[in-house]
Structure formats: C-alpha cells, structure tokens
C-alpha cells in the first residue's frame, strides 16, 4: 500500500486505510495520527474545552471558550480560577462589538475665546487598531455662554483634521436669548457630546474639538475640565 502523508489534521484522508489494506501496517497508521495530532495542537499541556451552544457547559476548565448564541450572543472565556465567565465580545449581528481600546484625554480648558465660525480649540492623535473599527467620542465637559445684549449659544463639533471630514453634526452645548440686557450675561452648564466615526482612515489621524458661538462680536464662550474619551470598537 502507499501510506498516508500528513502534516496537520486538515491533511488527513478520511477514507484511509482502505478495508483491504493489511491489518499489520496500522501502526504506522497509527503513529501518523499522533504525529498530525501534536503538530496541530502544539500547546496543549493540559484539557481543552471549546463549547458552541445555547446551554452553559457543566464541564468547564480555565480557557474554556463558550458562545452562547441562542442566549445572550456573547463569547465567553473561563476565568483562571475556573470560576467566572469573562465577556469577550458579542456574536449577534447588531451587536456593539468588541472593545479594542479606551483613551482618556485631558484637554483641560479653553478661556474666553470669540469665534463666530467653526474653530479648532483642541486636538489629538488618534492611532487606529483597525481598519474596520468604530471609534466613539465621548466629551464632557463645563461650558459657558456670555455676552451684552446678544442671543448667544456655544456650539461643539468633532473633525477628522487629517482627512477634512466632519464627524458628527453641531452640537449646541449652551445658549440664552439676552438681548435687552445692557450688562453682561453669563450662563455655564455641564455639557456633552457623544459621536460615532464609522468609515476611518486606517492611519492616524488628528481628532479635532471645534467650537465657536452665535454671536462672537459681543458674546463669547469657554470650555473648562474637558475630557474626551475615545473609544474603538471592532
């Protein structure tokens, strides 16, 4: 007979040995399978648990992989204590994904600035994992409004500077109708402004805060503690 050449399992012949091959030749058979065995799975040093259903696996060791996708649609990981299940993304289409990383950044505050058309105030490097990721946006931040005698708003909106690429629309963050004050008016509120950023560049990018007001001849605006968290999603 000619034997049986594999290197890993998908090289195996499932029709081999064939009925009328000898009986004495399958220990060469044999020591193939184990060959094509350790190859395929080099690391293994201890029980492997790999479980795709709907029901929670009552035979579990640390490692253990288990998609639940008639329950929750989430793959799950056992943890090292062989105690807890560890979410690891989300198998149901329309799911949000899985969390490729979290920045927080500091962009501290922006006093008194007057601009009546959409200006950058703070920027940061966006370095993408992914190609086919989601970023959001996420700022909060303390916002004010004033001026003498105008109706002013302050509004938000982030940029991708690198590509000129609107992210989101203008977000009024803060605003008031003052105008037969003839003194000064002010008002400040806590603010936020979420957005999505779906079809990125693959390379950096610079993320841009843009900011500006209604009515930058008399009314003005600032931004204080500022934070910005980013996050991507594949």
């Known amino acids: 007979m000619s034997y049986e050449s594999a290197d890993f399992l998908n090289g195996l012949d499932k029709n081999l040995p064939a009925a009328t091959d000898s009986i004495s030749e399958g220990d060469i058979h044999l020591r193939m399978i184990k060959k094509v065995l350790q190859d395929s799975f080099p690391n293994v040093t201890s029980e492997v648990n790999c479980i795709h259903g709907p029901l929670e696996p009552t035979v579990t060791s640390p490692g253990t992989v288990w998609f639940d996708y008639n329950g929750s649609g989430l793959v799950k990981l056992r943890d090292s204590s062989n ?24 962009w501290g505050q922006t006093y008194g600035y007057r601009y009546n058309t959409p200006t950058k105030i703070k920027s940061h490097t966006v370095n993408p ?3 086919t990721s989601e970023f959001v946006m996420q700022l909060s931040t303390s916002v004010g ?8 708003q302050t509004w938000g909106q982030f940029k991708d500077v690198t590509n000129d690429v609107w992210i989101n629309e203008p977000v009024r963050l803060v605003g008031f109708n003052h105008v037969n004050d003839s003194g000064n008016f002010e ?27 209604t009515d930058a001849g008399d009314g003005g605006a600032d931004m204080q503690s500022c934070i910005c968290q980013i996050s991507e999603i594949d």
């Open 83 to 106: 105690t807890h299940w560890l979410n690891m993304a989300h198998g149901q289409a329309g799911g949000f994904g899985q969390l490729l990383k979290q920045e927080w950044v500091d």
């Open 187 to 213: 008002i400040y509120a806590n603010a936020s402004m979420v957005a999505k950023y779906t079809s990125h560049p693959a390379d950096s990018f610079e993320l841009g805060l843009y900011s500006w007001s």
């Open 145 to 152: 409004s004033w001026g003498a005698g105008v109706q002013n």
């Open 129 to 131: 994992l992914s190609t």
